[in-house]
């Protein structure tokens, strides 16, 4: 009977010992003390901040943190850095940042590049014409105001160094496009004949003086007609009523003015000489 009893007490033992074996061990709960064990352990807030995380996500009530006002404080004492705390007091991770597809960009082979210009359509491909910034100015039709007291009046010329363009072009109707900036359009644009004058070609930007005062722009006479049609975005497909003679050209886009001479004797000296680029080229014998 004794060894009966002895057997079953045993057994009763051994069941205890494996239904604790099978229950779930509760694991140590993640709270302030341990953030700032790691913090005085010299640990980064890359690191912290990756744990906090971890352990939130492990279930609820695996980290559990104080922070109330108090708590807060004691953390700052400890000196964890907001960033930590700002973790502790919402663990969830950033969302992900949208990426927005960038939109494709068609190059139709038909038109010039999307680049501010002036294009020659050379067969099946563009030519970029050259364009520069109104730099050299000089006055002219001084002696003729001068012998007439000031009844004729002068003019501000605007001339390119060289006596032709680097620019050339072979054809005497040629084809030509426009990729205008922003806030521009084709009517922005003047093409006109240059004069050419030594080792320079010229053309005629303002005049003042005279009975008649002062203007601004080129002369109407030098104005070579063109026709234009919008056929893409900033972009015109320019074209020529006529054949152009074999001489020196431009395109000329004026983009503002400035005043001159004023109050000198001998009429009104008041006048302007508009401001701009000019796109030259040669039309070859």
């Not at 390119?160 to 922005?188: A, E, H």
Request: aromatic letters at 8%.
């Amino acid at each position: 009977m004794k060894r009966l009893a002895y057997l079953a007490v045993l057994s009763l033992c051994l069941a205890a010992t494996a239904v604790r074996a099978q229950a779930p061990t509760r694991a140590k709960r993640f709270t302030n003390d341990d953030v700032i064990g790691m913090v005085q352990a010299g640990l980064s807030d890359d690191v912290i901040i990756a744990k906090i995380r971890s352990e939130s996500a492990a279930g609820a009530g695996v980290a559990l943190f104080d922070t109330s006002v108090d708590g807060l404080k004691a953390l700052k004492a400890a000196h964890v850095s907001d960033a930590v705390i700002k973790v502790m007091i919402d663990p969830a991770p950033p969302p992900a940042p949208i990426v927005a597809a960038a939109a494709a960009i068609t190059v139709d082979p038909n038109l010039p590049p999307p680049e501010v210009g002036v294009y020659w359509k050379d067969g099946a491909s563009f030519s970029l014409i050259e364009g520069q910034a109104i730099a050299q100015t000089k006055v002219g039709g001084r002696a003729g105001s001068y012998f007439t007291d000031g009844i004729r009046n002068q003019h501000w010329d605007a001339y390119l160094d060289g006596p032709t363009s680097p620019n050339i072009v072979k054809d005497r109707r040629p084809d030509f496009y426009f990729y205008v900036p922003d806030g521009y359009d084709s009517s922005d644009y003047t093409l006109i004949s240059l004069n050419k004058k030594g080792n320079r070609r010229e053309f005629q930007i303002g005049s003042f003086g005279g009975v008649s005062g002062g203007k601004t722009g080129v002369k109407r006479d030098k104005e070579v007609v063109f026709k234009a049609q919008h056929v893409g975005i900033r972009t015109y497909h320019v074209t020529l009523t006529d054949d152009l003679k074999p001489g020196e050209y431009a395109f000329f886009m004026a983009t503002g003015m400035s005043e001159t001479m004023a109050g000198a004797k001998g009429g009104n000296r008041s006048g302007g000489a508009a401001t701009g680029r000019v796109y030259d080229f040669s039309i070859p014998e």
